[in-house]
């Protein structure tokens, strides 16, 4: 056949082929999935690789929390804290006991308020190692997250020579603290003071302007800050926006108004700010943590539970909430008091909750390769969600 025809054949053809359509399809990830950080089922609406919608699916981990408040006593329930966030827990536990402190009107000591503030910022730094090395994890790189659990085992034994556990310390009490600080540790806690700043900077040499790393994260996942009000969206994830909202700064509670600290902010609230903003926080958990140990060290000696406080806790009737900066935000407990030694109602307001109810509209036209490098930039814990 001449070229000519062939030519025409060839368009011909092509001019009486069907359409081509494409139409929308539902994926789900989850609920059972390793880059998910807990069960959570994420039923996606893809156009081919583009995420069209995406509805977060909870629940799987509800266990009634709130509820058991009502049939335990104040202090039966303070170990329960530990099990709602599990990442956090000294500095939930502080939420609890702020509140029940309100309605007993008790004077917290000194030294206890500043033991409380010591633990807060070691659980601050563990929960953030915690996120650093799973994250880069999930985006394959292994050596960070290798390293981030190397530091947090430093931690989780200065935790452990607190409390007693590593885990679910139990270490805050109404009133105060469990014990003051064991023999030796200040030793280790200035030791991990001194090693921890350079750590930090390995992280970031190996991570921060790695222009692998960069890719998968610059103008990614980018949450406006109207977006984030509006979803009541807080912790590092708002202050990646711009905002520095911090309750230690905003509401001051334990000693946080004597110290020293920065808040770190980002600038458009891509995952990469969210990064930052943590990698920033490690340093002022460090700087407050240290102004306590000075403190501590100066003034030995010290009451760590107030005598205000009876082995029975009978508060008074009336309402109380205590809210604390956590590791992912506002983590607030709302208690309604009848007079007995037991909550009439206990609602907690936890962060992850929140946090994750912005995800949807941020990961809207993104590619599904980019969803796990958003979803592991907000930090999300589930039983935080679910309760």
Request: hydrophobic share 40%; proline share 6%.
């Amino acid at each position: 056949m001449p070229p000519d025809e062939t030519k025409a054949t060839v368009e011909q053809e092509t001019d009486d082929a069907p359409e081509l359509h494409t139409e929308e399809f539902m994926v789900n990830m989850g609920p059972q999935h390793p880059s998910t950080h807990g069960v959570l089922r994420l039923q996606l609406t893809m156009d081919g690789e583009v995420i069209v919608s995406a509805i977060p699916h909870i629940g799987y981990l509800h266990r009634g929390m709130e509820k058991m408040a009502e049939f335990r006593t104040y202090p039966q329930y303070l170990p329960m804290i530990d099990r709602v966030e599990y990442v956090s827990v000294i500095i939930n536990e502080l939420s609890f006991c702020m509140a029940v402190e309100k309605l007993l009107g008790v004077e917290i000591p000194i030294r206890a308020q500043y033991l409380r503030t010591l633990g807060c910022e070691l659980q601050r730094i563990a929960s953030h190692l915690v996120w650093l090395g799973v994250n880069s994890l999930d985006l394959g790189a292994l050596t960070p997250f290798l390293y981030c659990f190397r530091e947090r085992e430093l931690v989780m034994d200065l935790l452990e020579a607190l409390s007693g556990q590593r885990m679910t310390c139990n270490y805050l009490r109404i009133g105060g603290v469990v014990a003051d600080l064991p023999e030796g540790f200040m030793e280790k806690a200035r030791e991990f003071c001194k090693i921890f700043p350079k750590r930090v900077e390995e992280y970031e040499r190996i991570l921060t302007y790695n222009e692998i790393f960069m890719g998968r994260m610059v103008d990614v996942g980018v949450l406006p800050l109207e977006t984030a009000i509006a979803c009541g969206v807080s912790g590092p994830n708002l202050r990646a926006c711009g905002l520095a909202y911090d309750i230690r700064k905003v509401e001051p509670y334990a000693v946080y108004h004597r110290l020293k600290f920065d808040i770190p902010t980002g600038k458009q609230g891509d995952s990469w700010d969210r990064f930052v903003v943590r990698v920033e926080e490690f340093r002022q958990s460090l700087r407050i943590i240290t102004q306590c140990l000075d403190w501590l060290e100066k003034n030995p000696d010290g009451a760590v539970i107030s005598d205000e406080v009876k082995l029975v806790v009978k508060t008074s009737p009336g309402e109380a909430y205590g809210r604390v900066e956590s590791s992912r935000g506002v983590y607030g407990t709302y208690i309604r008091s009848d007079g007995s030694t037991k909550p009439y109602r206990m609602k907690l307001r936890s962060p992850s909750f929140s946090n994750l109810s912005a995800f949807p509209k941020m990961v809207e036209g993104m590619f599904i390769a980019d969803l796990v490098a958003t979803f592991c930039s907000l930090d999300i814990i589930l039983p935080d969600c679910d309760r």
